[in-house]
């Protein structure tokens, strides 16, 4: 059994404050390693982008960048575009996020981002400007074993989103909210990890972003707790592991991807020595936002080799209610709910066996 363990940021030579060259470049053009830069948005009419940079894809055992940008729009009725732009012509830095793949590309500082998409389908121009300051779960590095690791930083926890989406003969005007994380590692996540959950939500003045991380059955599917709470800019949580505790609740089969989804999260945050206690509860809802098998990632000739290997992917991205309640005590004195998206991403057999 290999030890799965997130390094506190004197083991990897940072601090607890977030550098701008933390969001640039991080890994070499090896086999194994990939990395990428994602944003994503929401706006009023329900409608919402995800917009992310890749130096390769996730799967892919390629030793060298195979760089390529995809854009998921979902309009308000549910209609989803989903387009990509692969180029060989392509830069990205190591001193901060500056990453350009053919026309596309994306420029920021820990505080402000501009956003560019364009291929045959769609052209599409944001900003991003932060509400709460970057932030990681100590160092944002989980070691699985010596050698291997995932490292992820939310650069932009939450902050506003504005630009214009052009798609044929239709440009739309956008002005919402938005979100920024960067991930990277040395090995594909289908080797060490099963399973994860992972959301985030804007709940009136509260901003949550939250995950929980399986390592493989060999490992005791031992997990990693990632929790951040904020509050009109302000961090108010702290050592997830110390403090947090989680729980998935009314698991369902998906007919689709055969895998066991939970229709309720909880994520309960109760730190008594400074008084501090909330409740971020997930309850999704019956409509179905996104649900891709191994062949819909990555095609059927290599979702056969994965398959072979042992490998069950799927993924499920869902909406619901976030619902927030904070304690004093043991009364709830403040409850609010608000509409939310999260996802379930899968590498292996189901973790939940069937009754």
Known sequence: MSEVKLLKPEEVGLTNKVQIFEDGLRTEPKSGSYEWWYFDSKYPDGSSIVIVFYTKHVTSFAKSFKPFVSLNYINPNGKELRTELWSD???????????????CYVKGNLSHYDIYFKNDEAECKLTLGASVPPWRPDSGKIMFGKKDYFAWLPSVPEGKMNGTLKMKDKTLTLCGTGYHDHNWGNKLMILIMNDWYWGRAKIGDYVV??????????????????FMLAKNGEILTGDAFKYLTYEEKDHVKDSYTKRHVAR??????????????????????????????????????????FYLLGFRGS????????????FDGDEIVERIEAPAMWEQMCFKPDRIKSK
């Open 89 to 103: 012509d392509y830069s990205f830095s190591k001193d901060g996020c500056d990453v350009r793949i053919g026309d």
């Open 315 to 326: 993924y499920h991205r869902m909406g619901g209610t976030a619902i927030l309640e904070r």
């Open 264 to 305: 309720t999260l909880v994520y309960d945050y109760n730190d008594k020595e400074n008084g501090i206690h909330y409740r971020i509860t997930y309850k999704k809802g019956d409509e179905e936002v996104e649900r891709q098998v191994m062949t819909d990632i990555v095609g059927r000739p290599a979702a056969i080799l």
């Open 209 to 226: 972003v939250s995950s929980y991380i399986y390592a493989n059955k060999k490992d005791g599917y031992k997990a990693t707790p990632i």
